[in-house]
Structure formats: C-alpha cells, structure tokens
C-alpha cells in the first residue's frame, strides 16, 4: 500500500498530571507531537501506512521524539538531525469553566532552522498516495515555508494529492513575512483545504456573501473559485459547552454539494488537544478507502470525537472502533 | 452470624491507569478480583461473614490473591493451593463513547486444573447460610463444573440457600461441553437465580411468552416452572448512555410478585467492573436481614450504583453507605 | 499596598489518590490548608498582598506547612512556631451519589495550645487593610479564642475592616465553651459577615420572621439589628446535584439592598475542598478594589465556581481567570 | 498451631517516596506497624500463627490499619475499637551520612486511652503458645502499662513462654510514672528479655562488672540474678557504618552459656525500620520450632538482615528465603 | 548495511516498583523483553540494523510488544500474530543478600504454539549478515524447536553467521523432547556457541579434562572438535557479590586462542536482566565491525556492565557509551 | 541580619524518574535550579537570610520558578519579569559506570535578554552583607556580563564581601566575546574566588609553577597577585569512583595559608547536581557566622557532602545537620 507523507514540527508537549495546574506540579506526563505528525500517527493506528518528514536536533530529545512515532509505526527515516533545540509545549488540563492552556516555547528550534535543500522530496514522496501540511509549518520561519512549498509542488509534479489545513494562528507569524502573502502560494497547489470562515477571511480576505444561506458554503464556494485546483473544503463545527463537554461535527462543500456528518457528543473529554489532526487523519483514511465524501466526512468526526476520549497528541483508535461510533454505537458498552 | 459461602476463580486484574490504552501503558494497576469472590468481599464490607473457596498456584501471585482477599476479611482458609498459574485479564477503561474493554488470560488456570476432590464440601459448608455461584464457574473447566455441582448439591442437602448467577459468556465454554448441557444441572439446586431474557433464551431456550406484558415476567414465569427450587428470579436493567454514564435499576420475579427498584443515574463511573457481584451481594445481604424482597431487591442496586463510584473488582461500600443512597440521599454532599 | 491579614489554624491534608477510599490507599497526597489561610492564599493568586498568623510545631511538617504558603506569596513571618503536633485531617474524594469524606484529626494541636500572649496584634496588624477570622478558630480552644478576640479588637481599634465566617461546626466545640456564648463576642467586632440561616438560628437564635418573603434577607436583617457594626451579611447557596456537580451562586444583604450573583454550573468537581475560602477571597478582593457590591459579590462566586475546578486548598486563579468567568465565559474553550 | 500473640500500638507511618525530605514532599507512602505487630506479621509470614492484640479508633484509619494485618494473615479478631485518633509517625529515609529521621505525632491515641478492662486476656491467650510485649506499651500511658501487666500475668498463669523487649526510649514516657519504677514489674514475669547493656543501666541500674570480659555476659547474669524467671537475655550489635550500610549479628546469655550468631552486611539498605522486630520474629520462630538457642539466634538475625532488604515495617520474608542466610547464601544470585 | 536476525519469544514483563515485593505491590512496572529480542534491540542502540522474530497472538498486548521493539528501531515486519496469549513473568527486584526473583507465566503461549510454516527464512533472512538464537526457544515446543532448526539451517545455507546461546534451563523443557536430543541439532549449524562449562557437560555430556590448566578451554576445545563448524567460545564469568554489586568478565577460545576481558565492577545494580543479551549484543557489534575477537569480546563485556545500570531488558547504551567503559573510563563523571 | 545576595539564571530542570533514560521516560520530574540561586536557597534553609536575583519570563514557568524559591525562604522580590522562555536542562541521572548526563536548552531565554538598567544595584543591594556570582551569567550574553559586572561594582562600592565562582564552561560562551576578555574585569572586584587550576590556566593564563609543592597553593598566589582584592581561593578536590560513589574534599590559600578539609566519602550519591554551590553556600555561612576559615571551609564541604544525599539542585540541611557531619558524625544513625 502507498503512504500517506506528512510534513512538520514535532515537539515535546510536557503536561501536569490530571489537572493539576502548571505552577503547581513537581511533575510533567511527557508525550510527543505536533499537528503533521499526528495525522501520520492516527493513520497508522488504522492501519493506513504513513511517514513523517520533520527535523530533529541530534540529542536524546530528537531520539525520544523519533522513537515516540516509531513505536505507533509512523515511518521515521527521512528525519535530518541537524539544529540545537526540540520546540516544546506545556499544557494545563482545565475543567469545566476553567480552560486548557498551552504555553508555547518553540521559537528558534531545529525544525525552525532547518535547511529546505536537506529535505530530497522526489525520493521522499517516491511511494506516497497523499501529502499534508498546515498552516503552522509557514509560519515558523521562511526556510519551513520553503521547505513545504518545495514539498507541495513536489507532490503536485508526482500526482499525488495534497490537503492543507490552513490553522491560521497569528501570533506564530514572527519571522517578518505575512501570513496573507506566503499562504496562497501553498494553497494553490492543494486538492483538499481545511478552513474556517475566520481562517478564509483573515487570510484571503473572502468574506461569506452576505445574505448566503450558509457561511461554510458561501466561504467554500469563493476559496475553490480563488484556487482551481481545490476540489473539497473541510472543516469541523465545535460547539464548547465547557473545558470537560464538547459537541463535534463536520462539514464539507466540494463546489456542488454540501455535506454533513452527525453530530457527536463527548463527555468528558480525557483529552482535547489533536481532535483536528484525528478529524483529518480520518478524513484521509475515508478517502482513500473510499470513494463516498460523506462516508469519509463521518469517519473523520467519529475518529475525532474518538481521539478526545484518548490520552495524547493522537488517535489510537483502530478502523473498527471508528467503524462503531460510524454506526452509531456510542453507548460506550463494556467490551469482554 | 453463619457465613456465606461462594465458590470461583480469581483473577489478577491488570489495568493501565487513568484512561490509558493498553498499547500506550508502561505501568498497570493491580488488583484481584472474581464474580463470585467479589460478591463475597463486598459482604464482609457490609458486616456479613463470607468465605471464598477457590484453587491458586503456590506462588507468589497466589499468595497475593489470597492475602488482597484476606485484608477486607474475607476467609480464605479453604484455598487449594494446587496448579501452574494464576488467571489474569487485562482492563482498559473507556471514556464517553469509547467502551471500556476487557482482554482476558484465563485458560489453564490452576482454578481450570482444579480436583474436585480437593474440596471438602461438608466441612467448608457446615456454618454456611448461604452458597452462591455463577455460570463463569462451569464454563472454565469440567472439574469446575463438578466442584460446583458437588457444592451445590451439599449446600441444598445442608439446607443451606443457593444463588446462582448464569451469567452466560459463549466464548468462555471451550472445554467439550455445552452450556446448554451444563447449566440445567447446577440450576435445579438453586433458590434464586440471576439472569436475563437473553441469558434464558441462550441456556434454556425459554421464549417470553409473545404478547406479555413484561418479558422478564414471562421468563421468570417459565424458569421458575421448569426449576422447582426456584423461588427468585432477578436481575439488572442497566441503561448504559456511555462508558461513563449508566442508569441502573433492579427487577424481581417470585413467582407472584414483580418488583422494580428505583433507577440510579451514575455518572461519572468511576469503575464498572464488579457492579454485577455488588448487586447480587447486596440482594443476599438484604435477604439475609430482612425479610421483605422489596427492600432486597433496592438495597442490592443501590450496592451496584455505589460500586461503580469505587475503584477495583469489588464494593467497598459499609451498610450505612448503602442505606443513605437507599434513602434516596444520593447528592453526594460532603460529609466531616 | 496594605496586605489582608487572616488567623486560624493550617492542617496537613492527606488524600487518597484519585476516587480511591481511605481504606485501600498506600499513598497519600499531601497538602496544607486551613480555612482562613485559604482566603489569605486566595488573595495573592489575584495580586492583592496578604499575610497569616498561626501557631505551629517547630518541627519538619511545621516548617512544610509554613513553606506551602510561602511558595505561593502569603507572609509568614508572624508564625510562631511553639507546641507539640500539627493538626491533620484525611480527605476521601467522592463521584456520584458517593460522598466525599473528612476525617480530622486536630485535636491538641500545636494551634490548639497557642498562647495569646505570642501574638502582637498591634505590630501584626500594622500595615492591614482588612482582618479575617472564622469561627473554627473559637470552636478550637480557649486560648484561640481569646487570640481571636484579641486580633478583632485591635482590627477594630486600628480601623481595619474586619470579616468573619461564622461557620458553626458542632462537633468542634469541645473545650467546655460553648459557642452561643463565645460567638456574639466576636461578632460584635465585624463588618461583614459569613452566615447562613442554620448558622444565625443555631448561634444566635435568629429565626427568619415568618412569612417573610426571603428567609436569608429577614435572617440579616436581624443580625445587623443586633450586630450594630455588621454592614453587610453574606453567603453561597450551593445546590448539590452529586459529588461531581453542583451549582453554586452568592447572596449578600447589606441593611437595604438584596443582592444576588449569577449560578454558576460546576461540572466534574475537581476539589470541592476551599470552595467557601475562595468565594470569601473573591469578596474581599473585589470590595477592596471596587465599591460595587454586587460586583465583589460576583466576584467571590466566580471565584468559588474556578476553586472546584482546581487540587489543593486553595484558588489558584489569576484576576484575569476570575474576570473571564465574570464575563459570562464559562465555555473551556482551550487558550493557546 | 498454636499461636503467638503480641500486644501493643500500631501507627500509621507516613514516608516521603526514595530520600525526599519531608519538608519537600507532595505525597506520603502510607504503610502500618508498631513494634508488637510486626513481631506478630513477621511471624505469620515464616509459617506461624500470630494474633495481635491492639486498640483503635472506630474509623477509616482504624479499619485500614487492621486490614493491613489481617492481609498478612496476623489474627485482629480482638482488636478493641475504642478512642479517637490512630498514632502516626512520619519516615523521612536519609542516605550515606544523611540519618534517617522520625518524627512521632502518637500521644492521645486511642492506644494511650485504652481501657484494660476492655481485653479479656484469659479468653485472648487461650490458644496461645508465646506472649510478646515491648516496653514501649508501659511508656505510651498508666492504662497501657497496665493492660500490659495484665497480659504478662495472665501468661505466666497459663504457662505460657514470654519474651519483653525493653526497647527502653526516654522521651516516651510522659505519663507521670518512672520506667524504673514501672518496669521491673513487667520483667518479672517474662522468659526472654531482649536488651542492651545501655537499658539495663537506665532502667534497672545495673553495670557490668569492671573488668569483666564481655559487657553484655555481666549485665545478662545480673539480670537473670534479680529476675529469676528469665532464661535467656539476648540482643544484637549494630554497626552503624552509613544511612546505607549496617552490619548485624546477634548475642545471648542464657545464665551458663555466651551464643553468638554470624555477622551480616547489609548494603544497600531498603528499609532499616522494624529490623529489632524481625530479630525477635525469628528468635521466637526458632525457639518454637528447634530447641537450640543457636540456631534460633542465628535465624532471628538472618530474619533481621533479610527485614533491611523490604519495604514497611516488617520482615515479609519465608522460611525457606531466612534458611537460605542462614545457611551461609547471601550472594543474591537471581532465582528463576 | 546487512541486519542481524533474532528469532525468538517476547513476554511481557510486570515487576513491581523498586524493592517491593510481589506480594505488596498495587502496581506493576511493564516492559516487553526476551533472550533474543533483547540483543536485536541492543543491536539496534548501537547503530546496528536488526530484525527480531517472533509470534504474537493478535490482541492489544501483541501490538504492545511490537510497538516497544518498533520504538526502539527493531524492524518487527516479520512478526507473524497467531494465537491466544503473550507469554509473561514477573520480576521482584532483590537487594543485597535478598536475591531478585523471577515466576514464570509463559506456557501455551502464542509463541509456543507457532506454526513453522508461517515463517519464510529465505525471504527473512534475505538482508541478514548474522542469525542469533538461544536455547530458550527450542525448550519452549516442537514447533518452536522445528522453526528456530529451520532458520538456522537456512542461515547456514545463505552463507550468514550464526550464533547460539545454549543457555540451558532444565525446567523450561516440558513438552516431551529432551535438550540432549534436540540441543546437538542446532548447534552442529553455529559459528559462535555462548556456553558455560556446567551447559555443556548438561547438554552434551563433555567434561573439562581432569588436570586441565583452564576448564574453560578444555570445555571448549571438545566442543569445537564435536562441531566442526564452530569457530568460537565465549561465555562470561560473573561474580556474585549480593543482589546489588556484581563484577564481570568474559572469555574467549577459538580453538587456539583464549581471551580474555576486563572485569567489570557493577555496584549498585539497576536492572540485572537481560545482561547476558547485552554482552552477546555488544560482541556481534564488534565482531561485525572489527576483525579482533579481544576487541570484540571487551566491547561485549563493556555492554553488558553498562545494561545492568539501565532499567528493562535491553542495553540502551550507544556505541560512543560503550567506547567509553572499554577505553577504561568507568569513573561515571558527569557529562555536561 | 543582612542578607546574602546572588544573581544568575534559574532553569527549570526535567529527570526521568530513577535512573531511566531520556529516551525512555514518560514522565519528568521537574525542580528549578541556577549555580547562584541553589547558593540562595542553601543559605536560608541554614538560617541566613538571602535574596535571589533574576530574569524570568512573564508566564506560568517564570511563576513557577519563583514560587519554588519563595518556598524555601529566598527573598525574590527583586525578580524581573520581562522576555519569552524559561531556560531549561534535562538530567540522566546515572548509575555505576555510567555517568549523569545533563543536556541543556538554555539560549535564547528571558535571562539571556536581560537589560541591565532594569536592575537598581543600589537598592537591591542597600542590606546586603554579601554578594555572589558566577561564571556562568557573563558567559550567558553580553547584557547578563553587564548586569553582573554593574553588580559587582556596587557590591564593591558599598563595601559588601564578594565571591565569585569562575566555573569555566567553554561551550556556554557563545555570543562573541571570549571569557577569558570578560572574566578578568569580573573577578577583579573579588575578596573570594572558587577556582581549580584548569580554570585559571584557562582563564587566566595561570600555570602553577613547575616544581611547585603543591599546584593549587602555587596557582592560588598567582592569582592573588594578579588580582589584589582576592584574599581567599578556594575549592573542591572529588575523587570521582563512580556516578554512585565520590569523595570529596575542599582547600583553601588566603596568601599565606593552605588549608583542607577533611574528606567525605559519599555512596550512594542520591543527586550531585548543585554539590558545588552547596559547598559555597556552606562556606559563606561559615565565614559569615565564625572567623575561622578551617572552619568555614569544613562546613562548606559538609554541606556539600549533605547536598550529595538529597534530591534537587540546592542543600536541605539545616546548621544542626551540617553541624552533626561537621563533628565527624557520618553513621546515619537512625533519629527517633
């Protein structure tokens, strides 16, 4: 079977236990991730081959993180060493009204210093079905921009199907390019965008018509009109009850049909942090598995909702455990 | 206070902690647990005197199953300490709609390899009140299947009430004999039987009558006619809305008279193993003590709702605890 | 700026991991709290300085308990370090319809044994805004007692706004005083204070008149009647729904006006422990730094509702997370 | 069988996990023990029936710490629930030049305010082969010296062997008595006496003789001189070399002959608590079970050497494991 | 580069934490380990490619063994799941003269009951430059024996190195057939034999010539000559100390030569399993990139030091580590 | 009492449990730690009153940090907070002959980007009786050199006693000027110099004369006369037997003395970070509290020993407990 390749940072997320709060703990729960990196591994665990494309610092943080993926079998050999620091994350586990927090401290990492020409991506994509990237990857300096422009045309040259999740965060663009002038040079080589509204205006300035009956489609309609080459627009509607229940469902608009999956209800919610790399993962999966965009749809928000009942960066979930809350088995029944 | 007496196989139970999966764990909880000898536990927690009558490997792991037992004063004196290895299952606990999961490794357990003839039946029945069984038993070996009719046929000659729990597991049968061959045997020395429509239909071939009322009814109606012995029939009704949130009732069927218990809502649940055997304890508890069915019947799932709020197999819950949610004081207010 | 300055006594918190109970644990988790220190811990979590006065063992768990609070910002230097044990009490978490659970052992503390004639109220309270006291402190000894007063009648000489939580716990009293006796003499000193309609009927035989239209408006309108310096009475009114979810708002009178705070929905409890402490904090807080009533009042609530969310004793929530709540954003939304 | 019977407190101990001091700490490691009942534990796991005999508060703490003995199999069946607070003390384990350090929060326990009449030592020592006490029950308070009497009295009328464990501890007995005046009361009833040449000068007044070849042969014959029912004095000689490295042998005077057992290295260290306990576990184990004084020495240091190597506070070693020190196998090799 | 082969039974192992006893612990540290996996994933550390073997049965502990092999860069491809169970054992660590201890689970395991016919040595061995094997896997079954013949003969026939640790253990060999018969078979294909003089008087009845200078190399010397195809002997001589210091060396004859190590001082012992692995591990390293047996046998012994400061089965020791104890430098002075 | 003033960096500081592996763990224990601010710290816990001074970002890590500190009684009030990361290392603690290994990720943090003119020397100083640094902060950036030069400078002028430990760390300095530029404008305002003779060749150009008796005292001179405010050298002497086993030593030159400690033999080592700065710790409160150097010298290597058996960077030990060591006492005799 072809592999799905991925491209992007990974680093060391360090979390109190339970919900503990950051200033309070004398321990960290360590884990390893990054949101390329958490589709590949969430692929895997469905049984999908995957590789991960990332830059390490050639110290026993690099080894961890390498081998933190190996071991859920995401195909780690086309990592460089090269650079001084893994990017990390701590993450506080609220409740209730109280929120999760991340603090970020992830400037100036080797994935950041990376060099675009150490990555050979005709040999690296040589047996890949689909490429992904997100938006956090441009954002972190110019030679990872570069370095995923490369990748995407790259893959656009080969065939291969490209999707983006745009995942715009404003406060990462520091390195003195803008957001709105490096992104639609790598959306106009993908075949699947995930945005929403917000991500579409801030971005590309598209702005849902006013008076449409729907924003999502409005949006979606404007952006395949924009980039030619995209035929689906993703993404997912979450509605936050609180820090410990969230509803969950997804939408999709392919320029002629808008479709929807059920929605889901998780309580509590063991872990948040990946539910959209786990929606895109199964997004994935159901397309290449599939040829039917609403079952892919559902797949994708049934591996989600499934991703936040699990501890860390992604979805352990196997294809029949998806393949249950598809059919609609969300009693959650003892299993012998 | 005479004792009562049951009679099965003990597990270590192994489980990660948390909500972690098994593929993640580097550490599992540990705990020992059995159908029957949990009933067993939870009624010494409840005041009553139990003894529990199983067969260990003479190894350390046979001592610390006797030894968890024998700290919430559960007798332990009569463990035929004869065999290669102790039964174990693994346990993985879900989360809102990820079910929890059970893994087992439990064949040719030194409880599976057991002689009957090791057990002394008269001597460990002769300050028994009450005996209690349960299909799990029969289904592991035939030399279990034939201590456990040896009991049951001392006890009913003693004189002494016999419960038994069907508790029908398909793939647990692997011995050469059916089920369906097995269990009438063990059910004719019975007084009260634990078992669902399903369990009947499966063991028994009994169909509720078409256009009953009540299906429990009409089954109960046909096993108490086929098995003489048989003065109670009850069982749960359990409303599982996801792994973390069950409702809980209890109903009766003497013959006469049908009883319902009020319904609990449990959520969270903080572990649902063991549930089963706290409800049959609680039942055999409020038999014993009172002589009102009703009463019985309410103070057992009221036993089962506060399990599910404990950690481990079985309920450690005191006949106060018991009686305030009884009294419908299930708010959960702290007490100093 | 002036410091809040709280007396009483600090214990050692011992719990039990997780949901387990006190009878299966071989770890404990270990904290320090107190009612009163709680409030001051409270208070330099939000920026406002704040000091405590106790009496402790002058050994390793007196000087653990002294250093818990310095970490988070509360002055300790009035410590006065003089006696035999540090009191402690055991906490079992509860869920459901299974109650948490406190098992103190206080008696003959090294608090308990304190002698008033250690503690300079003239130089303690020196640079002091606001002076804060419950009633535990006088349900402990004679000698706490009569520190307590002390501390009240200099606060008072100096000017400085004192509160106090009338918290009537009957089983405390035990030193051959009893609180109807002890309490007006203290309350008589106080600006504002804690109580609810059980508490005034049991100290002061304060019964609401009948018919009145809300019994706790009639209750402080008695008090402050017979308390001439009491200026506001305030208290929480929690619906316990389980040990996992209650609603919590806040309710003052101040002679005139009825006021009321929004309810706030509190699910799952993290730590239910300090819930009181922290809604007092938020008071004092939000009167010190605004004059509006109703919002120091919605300030301790929301502050309260946060403290759920968070282990230990005490809140340790930012202004800017209590501002949040008061916002109405209560939805947990993850902040990157 | 029958059965040893030991009599005295048992407390909960409280120890930061590996060398955290106890100022440091966020969690305790909570086990049970006291001198008496480790004698009895240490017992039960070599083979020999044990029953302890003790008071306790009627709460959790008092039902965790009985079931902690009952799991090892030690009898509590008469153990008397009565007071109000379980004895604790805190474990801080040091290293190389760093002591470990307890310190005691056990006065006013529900030990100290026992009531004698509450044990009916006739009916308790019915089946009792040996009788063992320490001389820390005399020093906790005048109603457990005189419980203890009680005992010793009642043992000797029975015919029953024994032993007193001086373990004089100066700063124990606060209760208004002397140790010398309450203790030669208590020896006088006893077999075997278990103490060093420092106790027998602080509390019997007796110096060896100048000049006399071996301290402890002249301090044991003048102890047999004043109290003729003692056969055998014994004790053991420690080298204290670090926090982590003892060496150990044991001693005896029985009136004609000096005994002396091996000397064994202890290094590393796991738990140096109960060592004195685990001595006299296995001198009582071999006394019962040889009639040679040396073989019993021996196996009562082996048994203490073992006792070093295992966590808590008491020697969870067999038979067969102290035969194997005893015959000389110290070398650990790993047993498969 | 060309990968070395392994082929053998992974269990899983619990062990409880630090010191405890398996009859004390409420939770179990997990790990996954055997003889011949864990010199692949010493191989591995080191830099060397290496593929491992096994049969698993296809539940979520067969994917937990795979996953920590995958982690640690073993290539599993090869991993055939059939079957019910995962072998497993529990490790109690001792201390100083209190061994550490080891129980088996392992039998009818998925392992045990592997088809031969699954595995396809020349499509498995097509990359191989070495093929290692231990006398653990024919002692487990037939089918095992049958498969592990397979291999090596097929190693033989490909032109690929073999080596065989003989490794003797009297008890495993329960399924009919005998070690003397079955042992001669496999070894008559190896290059290098791991043999101690006690396992090979065991299994082939050859005896160290009485007046021989070195028994080591008299043992040797016969064996070669009965295996013609045997090129070298090693083995490692280890000394006992206690349970936490050991010293080590290893020896050599090639049928002209005797070699002999440095020995190795190891005080304290983390972890002793897996020693014996790690010294064969380190020994193909440097046969593999050496051409000088004293280099490569140091190099062996030097890994094997390092393994018993590192906790789990297998040397996670990298080669610039290893250097550096053979270089001499075992001061363990910190490295910044 | 005036107290000791430090300034450096502080980092958070993440080991795996136990002896684990970076690459293994999946949890951390977190402490924070800097060489000035483990001075701080060791000083309060002895008594003597001590301010830390710093740079910490402005988020839950520069909290975290700060709090740690205020715990044990390190006056933090001069903290600045102002830039974006916490600096941080990861320690392997080792075992045997494999070293700890510490891997840093300190660039780039708020502290490197301290501004100077945000710290008021003057008032920090104005009740300081002496001022420490090390070479560690000029090494860090060229602002960190300044802050600390300006420091110094006012320490000089204000007549406050002054050490520096020049601890040469060739790889830290990177931010393009050279130590050995920097460092002689630092120690030049200096009456105490920790130094060995590696770091004043390197630094300096100082070569202990050839045929010197003794090198440091020869080394010592030199520097003294280079440096004319110096009128103490000291340092440490470790005899590295392994990471679990060191001795330690410490000497002294004041131009006209040689002066030596005695030596500590330390096994096991329980944490070696921080050692060092203990030993500064213990040697300032000696010179601050006597006028005896040997003595002060000799507390300092105590309290270093002491460091050596307690887990973080800085020295729990109270003067009694220095003391204790001090008087020779280094049995670990159990304290009751």
Tied chains: 1, 2, 3, 4, 5, 6.
Excluded at 266 to 287: K, L, Q
């Amino acid at each position: 079977m072809k592999q799905v390749v991925t491209f992007g940072e990974i680093m060391l997320r360090l979390s109190p236990p339970l919900n503990y709060r950051l200033t309070q703990t004398a321990t960290f729960e360590a884990t390893y991730g990054g949101g390329e990196a958490n589709v590949a591994a969430s692929l895997t665990q469905l049984g999908m081959p995957a590789a991960h494309v990332t830059c390490f610092p050639a110290n026993e943080l690099g080894q961890a993180a390498t081998q933190h993926f190996q071991r859920y079998g995401v195909n780690m050999e086309h990592t460089v060493f090269h650079g001084e620091r893994l990017g990390l994350y701590f993450l506080e586990v609220g409740a209730s009204m109280r929120p999760s927090k991340v603090v970020y401290d992830r400037f100036d990492s080797a994935f950041a210093n990376l060099r675009p020409e150490d990555f050979n991506w005709e040999e690296i994509l040589k047996d890949a079905s689909w490429f992904h990237w997100t938006g956090i990857t441009p954002a972190i300096s110019a030679s990872a921009a570069q370095a995923c422009k490369d990748a995407i045309q790259t893959a656009r040259r080969l065939g291969i199907t490209v999707s983006g999740d745009v995942n715009y965060r404003r406060n990462l663009w520091q390195y003195g390019q803008k957001a709105q002038d490096v992104m639609p040079g790598l959306v106009e080589g993908c075949d699947v965008i995930v945005a929403s509204e917000n991500d579409s205006e801030d971005l590309f300035g598209i702005v849902p018509q006013e008076g449409a009956q729907h924003s999502f489609t409005s949006m979606a309609e404007q952006l395949i009109a924009r980039f030619p080459t995209v035929k689906q627009v993703i993404t997912t509607r979450r509605e936050t009850l609180s820090a410990s229940h969230n509803q969950l469902k997804g939408i999709l608009y392919d320029g002629q049909n808008f479709v929807e999956s059920p929605s889901y209800d998780i309580v509590p919610i063991v872990d948040r942090i990946g539910g959209g790399d786990a929606f895109i993962a199964g997004f994935i999966y159901g397309s290449l598995t599939t040829n039917d965009q609403q079952q892919a749809l559902t797949f994708g928000v049934a591996s989600s909702a499934l991703k936040h009942t699990i501890h860390g960066d992604f979805n352990l979930a196997t294809k029949a455990e998806v393949d249950e809350v598809v059919k609609g088995n969300t009693s959650g029944r003892l299993l012998r």
